[in-house]
């Protein structure tokens, strides 16, 4: 709670992991925020080794940040965990979980809660941009496409409803992050913002974008650090596609209630292909047995979790998945990484 009023409206989640160069900024833009005193902000840390967890230990131990604080967790809890654990001592009637590797304009909170409350949305996207400049990022995923990926982050100028806010900036409301059971601690990392948009619309609440909120975003900045503020090469690793690729499949079969396992078929034969495509491409068969090979069997092996959590969406469902398939796109996901592809070159995978 900040020292301006013991009733924050919004608590601002920062997950912290090695985020050296870019927490301080991150802090900063919070502070010149017109909403500041009426945020809580709490700061996580997942066991960082770059003194990224003393510097933002220090920040917040300044004057002006009564009330806010630093979570030390002690070692790498991942996306999920992490900032789950860090929204259970939040008390601010919204949660912003925000990634260190953003700046934020000084009315960007001030807009996305008084127009997500004004929308009467549960959740919202603001506008995402690139980090050094106004370039556009995302406002948001419109929908899914015929494989069940995320699809369209298409501009608009004016709110409207969305399927997925981007987990860089997810806004939402606190007693909604809650009931439809937080972030699911499987997924640790990456699509972890998918499914949970996925409960939020099927438990019947909403998710708006607003884009007169801006939020600038580095993106990538662990697995692809190059280039400091601007990303100078397409690079991953095989474990964020390992990730990418299991909690892509695990979204679906959670929340699919018939029609959409469709989807996760398409989406489980999409993934052979694109395992044919990177065997060409990177030529090392340890990168598609994590990625793709370890993805698949996890799967299986996690079969008691996935059908514990159908039984729990089953209790909250109000909206069908033929209600759902009003979030169709016919844009195929995939398509943005050829177009980076063509833009940066061959991706760089590193071998971990």
């Known amino acids: 709670m900040n020292s301006q009023g013991n009733n924050p409206i919004l608590s601002v989640i920062i997950l912290n992991y090695n985020g050296a160069l870019w927490i301080e900024k991150c802090l900063k833009s919070i502070q010149q925020q017109t909403l500041f005193s009426r945020l809580e902000v709490i700061v996580a840390d997942n066991a960082s080794t770059d003194g990224s967890d003393k510097l933002s230990e220090s920040i917040l131990d300044q004057p002006g940040w ?3 604080r630093f979570i030390q967790h002690g070692e790498n809890l991942g996306y999920c965990t992490g900032n789950n654990r860090a929204a259970a001592e939040a008390h601010g ?3 912003l979980f925000l990634n260190n590797d953003t700046r934020l304009e000084p009315d960007c909170l001030e807009i996305l809660v008084k127009e997500t409350s004004r929308l009467k949305a549960d ?3 603001p506008r995402i941009e690139d980090y050094s400049n106004n370039s556009f990022q995302s406002i948001g995923v419109w929908g899914f496409d015929l494989f069940g990926f995320p699809s ?3 501009f608009t100028r004016s709110p409207r409803e969305i399927l997925m806010p981007e ?9 909604v992050f809650h009931d439809i059971g937080e972030f699911d601690p499987l997924f640790f990392m990456y699509a972890d913002e998918w499914d949970l948009s996925w409960r939020l619309w099927i438990a019947g609440f909403r998710a708006v974008t607003i884009p007169d909120a801006v939020v600038h975003h580095r993106g990538a900045a662990q697995v692809n650090p190059e280039g400091a503020e601007q990303i100078l090469e397409f690079r991953t690793s095989d474990t964020k596609r390992f990730y990418s690729n299991r909690n892509g499949l695990l979204t679906l079969a959670k929340n699919a209630q018939h029609i959409f396992w469709i989807l996760f078929i398409l989406q489980f034969f999409y993934l052979i292909f694109e395992l044919l495509i990177s065997l060409l491409l990177v030529r090392r068969f340890s990168h598609v047995r994590r990625a793709y090979l370890d993805a698949w069997i996890e799967i299986w092996t996690q079969r008691r979790h996935i059908i514990s959590w159908r039984r729990r969406i089953r209790a909250m469902r109000k909206r069908s998945d033929w209600w759902m398939l009003r979030f169709f796109k016919l844009r195929l996901n995939r398509w943005d990484e050829w177009i980076r592809m063509r833009q ?3 991706p760089k995978i590193n071998a971990k």
């Open 167 to 175: 987990g860089c900036a997810y806004l939402i409301r606190t007693s």
């Open 152 to 154: 369209t982050r298409q």
């Open 344 to 346: 940066l070159g061959k």
């Open 123 to 125: 959740a919202a996207a």
């Open 93 to 95: 009637e919204y949660l």
């Open 66 to 68: 009564a009330g806010s």
